[in-house]
């Protein structure tokens, strides 16, 4: 069965400080990885795409990795600020299909 | 439009009754989906509509879900006989095509509470 797990399932971090997410994914084929953003209440919004080839990828402070060989993701947050806080969720993307796997997210919530 | 429109935003309803929420995707987008996504869980894919092809059901939870789109324009998510259960976020995705070079723009969903 194509699973997505991500971890921690929650954190609470202090503004200003960075932390990592992890992914882990046994979709197969491969087509590509996401990594989304929900803040409560909205629809997810995509921070970074990543394929087979890609070992790493930012947006502003948002650096995303990917080890495809190992099947591992993870997303840095860098400087943390209190909009960061929501629920980032990784999405697996089947090669040569439409269905997106998705995992059940890390909540993220940064404090003063 | 600029972004994925759904309505209603919220929806409560009496159990057993029947419900339709809509979506209005991004002009242009061929691809559509709609994902549930219970409180504390992941989303679960439920329908993907491409085209004018066949939609692919095959997330659909029981008979009482079904879905239409009438070309590559608004789509909408019928419940019938509501169960407490179905109680969840439903989300409508689009996206330019179904092939992985586009990202999918999510609505904000509709929160339907079975009372």
């Known amino acids: 069965k194509n699973q997505v797990e991500q971890s921690p399932q929650s954190l609470i971090i202090l503004e200003g400080k960075n932390c990592t997410l992890q992914?882990?994914?046994?979709?197969?084929?491969?087509?590509?990885l996401r990594w989304y953003k929900q803040d409560t209440g909205r629809g997810p919004v995509s921070l970074t795409i990543?394929?087979?080839?890609?070992n790493t990828k930012s947006n502003g402070r948002y650096t995303a990795t990917l080890d495809a060989d190992t099947k591992q993701s993870s997303l840095h947050i860098t400087a943390s600020q209190l909009s960061d806080s929501a629920s980032y969720i990784c999405v697996v993307l089947t090669g040569g299909g439409n269905k997106l796997t998705f995992g059940t997210g890390t909540q993220l919530k940064v404090e003063l | 439009g600029a972004g994925v429109s759904q309505s209603p935003s919220n929806k409560v309803t009496e159990k057993g009754k029947d419900v339709e929420l809509r979506c209005d995707p991004i002009s242009g987008h061929t691809a559509l989906y709609w994902y549930r996504q219970r409180l504390g869980q992941g989303l679960e894919f439920l329908i993907y509509f491409q085209g004018n092809s066949a939609p692919d059901k095959s997330g659909l939870p029981s008979d009482r879900f079904s879905a239409e789109r009438t070309g590559e324009s608004v789509s909408t998510l019928t419940i019938q006989r509501t169960q407490q259960e179905d109680s969840a976020v439903y989300l409508c995705?689009?996206?330019?095509?179904?092939?992985?070079?586009?990202?999918?723009?999510f609505g904000s969903g509709t929160r339907l509470t079975v009372v």
């Open positions: 990543m394929t087979f080839s890609e």
């Open positions: 992914c882990n994914y046994t979709v197969s084929p491969f087509s590509n």
């Open positions: 995705a689009s996206s330019l095509d179904s092939t992985a070079n586009y990202g999918y723009t």
